[in-house]
């Protein structure tokens, strides 16, 4: 069964600092996807990233950044320099190749910048 | 492109009546997903359908169930209506049914408040 674990839930940073938000998974395939989305106020979750588990190459998209690591089970998520408008609720989240697409969602990790 | 739509924003119930809610998927995409997220929590999969047939169900009772229509809209209908049914319930569309790992691209949700 699919799972996924974000230990932190409230996160408060100061404007312009960085901040990484931690994701742990369980998983029995060899072959899944990994998300991150964002969930402002509105309620709408927005798109971030995905990876599939044979590219551990890390990468930088903008402010944005993720470390993967196979051996840690473990798909960490950075915010540099935030901003105000990066306060949301972020939701790491798992999808298994044999699974039809279902995700499974973490607890999620509320972030505060403040300004 | 238009993205994924979902009606009504707000529904305001009592328990035992039954609720339909609605979710058009974004242009070109032709699998529909719908979770519940209960409030603090992380989205939990309720079911899928693609091309008009469930595809893959969560651990939800029967009184939760589906229609997909031939343009690939979707409808979620909730019966006997619970005060644990309060909930944000999103829509998400993706391109395609694969084996996993296709994007899901959400609507804004519609919150549901069971009194």
């Known amino acids: 069964a699919q799972k996924v674990t974000q230990a932190q839930t409230e996160i408060s940073v100061v404007e312009k600092e960085d901040v990484t938000l931690d994701c742990v998974y369980e998983?029995?395939?060899?072959?899944?996807?990994l998300f991150w989305y964002k969930q402002p106020p509105s309620g709408e979750l927005v798109f971030l990233i995905r990876?599939?588990?044979?590219?551990?190459q890390n990468e930088i998209s903008g402010r944005y950044s993720w470390n993967f690591q196979k051996s840690t089970s473990s798909f960490n998520f950075t915010i540099t320099a935030s901003q105000v408008v990066d306060s949301a609720v972020y939701f790491c989240?798992?999808?298994?190749?044999?699974?039809?697409?279902?995700?499974?969602f973490g607890k999620g990790n509320q972030v505060v910048v403040i300004p | 492109e238009t993205g994924v739509t979902q009606s009504p924003t707000h529904l305001i119930k009592t328990r035992g009546q039954q609720v339909t809610l609605r979710c058009s998927s974004q242009s070109g995409h032709n699998t529909v997903s719908w979770y519940q997220q209960a409030l603090g929590q992380g989205p939990q999969f309720i079911f899928q359908?693609?091309?008009?047939?469930?595809?893959g169900r969560g651990n939800f009772p029967p009184r939760f169930s589906g229609l997909q229509f031939p343009n690939y809209s979707s409808e979620l209908n909730v019966n006997a209506l619970e005060l644990d049914d309060s909930a944000l319930y999103l829509c998400a569309s993706s391109l395609s049914r694969t084996s996993g790992g296709e994007t899901q691209y959400f609507g804004p949700g519609t919150r549901l408040l069971v009194l």
């Open positions: 998983t029995r395939d060899t072959t899944y996807y």
């Open positions: 989240a798992l999808s298994e190749a044999g699974g039809n697409n279902r995700l499974a």
């Open positions: 359908y693609y091309r008009e047939e469930e595809n």
């Open positions: 990876r599939n588990s044979f590219d551990e």
